[in-house]
């Protein structure tokens, strides 16, 4: 019996795929121990033909079990990853994404954190840049997890700077990225809402945020490992810019080069996750960093992204079924909300 799954969600991943598997056939943790599986959502490029030349190359290796499903429906990255789980029952799981390439070691150094601790559910490898076709480097940093603030800004930490000491130390963070997260499958159980475990109602973007929410309100400890290392060609920025002007010009031209589609979702699913999952009395607390932060995006949205505010009334319809999930998941939470604010910086 296998000790972990690799599950790959893809959609038109030729660019990336053959390197992505590559980098699966390599790790040095042994291969009957590990399971993949391959959802296919629906491409329509060179994808499944690439993926049919994998599974041909594994025939005769050691891999207990190769699945791969064509869907013709797009599940989205979470929700295909959420089918996944159904194909396998293993102790742990990595959920990757095809733009993103393993270490060898990756699978060996990820188990070895989970089995050290039962009380963690999740862990965050150190991932690099890198852009496909080009030689891997371990100098600039794509993020090392989620880091939250008391206005809940959200940030990748690390993203765009120099590798260097401040990434070298493991420690517990507000929430693993979705790159390529490493789950204990008991814990992803463990935070089900009316029968799901990603909210699809944030279909395509947020998912993951959430779920590394809902695992603090469970109990459960997410780890950042920088010994466990991976590479991830990130499709909107791999820049970092220093000082209040150049930083503001250059988060407009980022925003510019996202689909209308993506910031509308980025608008109102970081909300309904808020809505959710944040404590009262922590949301009290930090009421006057939240309200300057929200005013600032409200001109900022009027002023260059108007069309965002078409969201508004999908944002208000949804409203009361946010409000049942988040009665839900706060009936089940065992953390108290001194807990998770300490990771409000």
């Given at each position: 019996m296998s000790k972990i799954s690799i599950n790959l969600v893809v959609l038109n991943g030729d660019k990336y795929i053959e390197y992505c598997l590559n980098s699966i056939l390599k790790q040095s943790f042994p291969h009957e121990q590990i399971q993949i599986?391959?959802?296919?959502?629906?491409?329509t490029d060179?994808?499944?033909?690439?993926?049919?030349?994998?599974?041909?190359?594994?025939s005769n290796d050691i891999f207990p079990k190769v699945n791969f499903i064509m869907s013709d429906v797009n599940f989205g990255m979470w929700g295909g990853q959420e089918k996944l789980l159904k194909y396998s029952s293993d102790e742990y799981v990595v959920f990757l994404s095809v733009d993103v390439m393993l270490d060898k070691d990756f699978i060996s150094r990820a188990i070895a954190i989970l089995d050290a601790d039962s009380h963690i559910g999740a862990v965050?490898?150190?991932?690099?840049?890198?852009?496909?076709?080009?030689?891997?480097?371990?100098?600039?940093?794509?993020?090392?997890?989620?880091?939250?603030?008391?206005?809940?800004?959200?940030?990748?930490?690390?993203?765009?700077?120099?590798?260097?000491?401040?990434?070298?130390?493991?420690?517990?963070?507000?929430?693993?990225?979705?790159?390529?997260?490493?789950?204990?499958?008991?814990?992803?159980?463990?935070?089900?809402?009316?029968?799901?475990?990603?909210?699809?109602?944030?279909?395509?973007?947020?998912?993951?945020?959430?779920?590394?929410?809902?695992?603090?309100?469970?109990?459960?400890?997410?780890?950042?490992?920088?010994s466990i290392i991976a590479w991830h060609d990130r499709g909107t920025t791999k820049s970092h810019t220093h000082g209040s002007w150049l930083k503001y010009i250059s988060h407009v031209h980022i925003r510019q080069q996202l689909s209308i589609k993506k910031r509308r979702l980025e608008w109102r699913n970081a909300r309904w996750t808020r809505i959710k999952n944040d404590y009262i009395i922590n949301i009290l607390k930090d009421l006057p960093y939240i309200l300057w932060r929200e005013t600032e995006v409200l001109g900022y949205t009027i002023l260059f992204e108007p069309i965002v505010l078409k969201e508004i009334p999908k944002f208000l319809r949804f409203l009361p079924k946010m409000l049942r999930k988040r009665r839900a998941i706060l009936a089940h939470a065992v953390t108290t909300p001194q807990s998770i604010h300490k990771f409000f910086k």
């Amino acid at each position: 019996m296998s000790k972990i799954s690799i599950n790959l969600v893809v959609l038109n991943g030729d660019k990336y795929i053959e390197y992505c598997l590559n980098s699966i056939l390599k790790q040095s943790f042994p291969h009957e121990q590990i399971q993949i599986n391959i959802l296919d959502n629906g491409s329509t490029d060179n994808t499944r033909l690439l993926i049919h030349d994998f599974k041909n190359k594994t025939s005769n290796d050691i891999f207990p079990k190769v699945n791969f499903i064509m869907s013709d429906v797009n599940f989205g990255m979470w929700g295909g990853q959420e089918k996944l789980l159904k194909y396998s029952s293993d102790e742990y799981v990595v959920f990757l994404s095809v733009d993103v390439m393993l270490d060898k070691d990756f699978i060996s150094r990820a188990i070895a954190i989970l089995d050290a601790d039962s009380h963690i559910g999740a862990v965050q490898a150190k991932i690099y840049q890198y852009t496909a076709g080009e030689p891997l480097t371990k100098q600039i940093i794509d993020t090392c997890g989620f880091e939250i603030y008391r206005n809940r800004r959200i940030g990748n930490i690390g993203h765009g700077s120099p590798d260097g000491e401040q990434f070298n130390q493991a420690s517990e963070i507000f929430g693993v990225e979705g790159a390529v997260p490493i789950f204990r499958r008991q814990a992803l159980e463990s935070i089900r809402v009316m029968g799901e475990i990603a909210d699809h109602d944030l279909f395509w973007y947020g998912e993951d945020l959430d779920v590394a929410w809902r695992l603090h309100l469970a109990g459960w400890k997410q780890i950042y490992e920088p010994s466990i290392i991976a590479w991830h060609d990130r499709g909107t920025t791999k820049s970092h810019t220093h000082g209040s002007w150049l930083k503001y010009i250059s988060h407009v031209h980022i925003r510019q080069q996202l689909s209308i589609k993506k910031r509308r979702l980025e608008w109102r699913n970081a909300r309904w996750t808020r809505i959710k999952n944040d404590y009262i009395i922590n949301i009290l607390k930090d009421l006057p960093y939240i309200l300057w932060r929200e005013t600032e995006v409200l001109g900022y949205t009027i002023l260059f992204e108007p069309i965002v505010l078409k969201e508004i009334p999908k944002f208000l319809r949804f409203l009361p079924k946010m409000l049942r999930k988040r009665r839900a998941i706060l009936a089940h939470a065992v953390t108290t909300p001194q807990s998770i604010h300490k990771f409000f910086k």
